[in-house]
């Protein structure tokens, strides 16, 4: 019998920045990871400053659900 693998659909909703960083860079240990996002949106001039402009902090631990349809818009699917 194969044994094949059932990757799960991409879903848009709110994630832990950590979570979201994980999905994006799998391989990597999880500061990393994070700090490679970080990087990706800061490189970004349009993707940082629409993600930034309703009003979220910087400083929050999670990206909101709008936040994270706007990274997918720009970087794809993790």
Same mark, same amino acid.
């Given at each position: 019998?194969?044994?094949?693998?059932?990757?799960?659909?991409?879903?848009?909703?709110?994630? /832990?920045?950590? @979570? *979201?960083?994980?999905?994006?860079?799998?391989?990597?240990?999880?500061?990393?990871?994070? #700090?490679?996002? &970080?990087?990706?949106?800061? /490189?970004?001039? @349009? *993707?940082?400053?629409?993600?930034?402009?309703?009003?979220?902090?910087?400083?929050?631990? #999670?990206?909101? &659900?709008?936040?994270?349809?706007?990274?997918? @818009?720009?970087?794809?699917?993790?």
């Amino acid at each position: 019998m194969e044994n094949h693998c059932i990757e799960e659909p991409f879903i848009i909703r709110s994630y /832990r920045k950590s @979570e *979201l960083a994980h999905l994006y860079n799998p391989d990597m240990p999880l500061v990393p990871a994070m #700090r490679k996002m &970080r990087y990706w949106i800061q /490189r970004n001039p @349009e *993707l940082y400053e629409a993600m930034y402009r309703s009003g979220e902090a910087r400083g929050d631990h #999670r990206y909101t &659900r709008r936040q994270v349809r706007l990274i997918v @818009e720009t970087l794809g699917e993790p």
